[in-house]
DNA sequence: CCGCATCCCATGTGATACTG
DNA sequence: CAGTATCACATGGGATGCGG
């Protein structure tokens, strides 16, 4: 069984049961970029220890939001339909802790598939329906995302290769995001470095993802 | 500060930071109900030890979700804004949590403010508006609620009054809201106890809420 | 009496080490 | 690589105390 329950007979309280507990939201966060390994998601989660991360995975599938599933040889952590309903909720949390994120502190850490959810996001589907197919090379800390829009459609997956633009950017991009920074003077004060292709492309990444402060 | 950090900087850590503490969702859902007294909230939460209640609003304030309001000579407890931007994650929580309820435990309670989110989370608005203005009573275990519907606007409150219709129901009313159980045979097995009025007004009462199991 | 604070103990978490 | 085992410690749970 999950979590402790409260002791109570509604929805919300039974959430809880389910996903409530410490980190049990961030895995799933990570499985909604694709199935991971538990070494992977251990990566991603520098912070988790591995008996918690061992506990949280048991308690997952007994509440049938993951499964375990063989894949050639090995094991792999994968939503079911059910723990997939849970996107909109995450990003949901995503959306609402964007807004309360300052700058990061010494210690925090950039994951690939916190930024590919956090990418999500701010996706805005029907802003990018009426702009050109575009694609995307962003360095953002350690994580290297190649982004893909074509219409309404976004594809985010690890690595690099030929895009339109390819940029390098600090945490200083959740300015860019939040519309508090325009894309030229984030260009020009160093927040973004623009690798390969034209700049002016960035006005058209900061349309596509966007997110309220 | 909230609750310990997760290491990560991204918007989904952020949030849970704020409000991924045990409690401290349940306290959020009664507080979208309205302002609560301390009392009021560790009554609505029977099993919060007192010291945990303490501290989650300690923390929620500094998170700037809720702000201790003086209301003429006594304390209460509201949402900030920014904690209202809450009621969807928290009514989308309730939803999926809804699919995985199952009976009620001996153990478990069912409180007013966790029905009424309950009742917020299966309202269907654009269902309503197109039936007759209706008001109903329902006797959900202890909990006491007069139920108005208007168009699309809902309001629920503690309480009975003169209604259209007045029920009792126990806990067998989620296969009512889930559709499993048609409004007539639930009168006719006694899951639902008409108590005044027609009772076909319970098949309007089902078409106004529900929620897919 | 309401709004907490204190105390004590059970349990969950975190860091590290370890094993199949 | 994929977890288990161990142990110190922080947090949660329950009862009780207490000041305004």
Redesign the pocket.
């Known amino acids: 069984m999950a ?2 329950d ?2 109570q007979y509604d929805g919300v309280t039974r959430a809880l049961e389910l996903v409530g ?3 049990a939201l961030l895995i799933v966060r990570d499985l909604l970029v694709g199935p991971r ?4 998601l ?1 990566a991603g989660l520098p ?9 949280r ?2 308690e997952l599938q007994e509440a049938g939001v993951i499964r ?1 599933a063989p894949r050639s040889r ?4 994968e939503l079911t339909p059910y723990g997939r309903e849970l996107e909109p909720l995450v990003l949901g949390l995503g959306a609402w802790g964007f807004k309360a994120l300052g700058d990061p502190r010494e210690e925090q850490v950039v994951t690939p598939d916190a930024m590919t959810i956090a990418l999500r996001t701010a996706f805005r589907a029907q802003i990018a329906a009426s702009l050109p197919a575009t694609a995307y090379a962003a360095r953002l800390g350690p994580a290297e995302l190649l982004i893909r829009v074509d219409g309404p459609e976004l594809d985010v997956r690890r690595g690099d290769g030929p895009v339109d633009l390819a940029f390098a950017a600090g945490p200083g991009i959740r300015r860019l995001i939040s519309g508090e920074l325009a894309p030229r003077l984030a260009i020009e004060s160093g927040v973004v470095e623009v690798l390969r292709g034209p700049g002016e492309l960035l006005g058209r990444f900061a349309d596509t993802f966007h997110l309220a402060a």
Do not use: D
């Open positions: 979590g402790r409260y002791g507990e410490r980190w390994r538990y070494g992977e251990a912070r988790i220890p591995s008996n918690v991360l061992a506990a995975l048991k375990r090995v094991i792999v952590y």
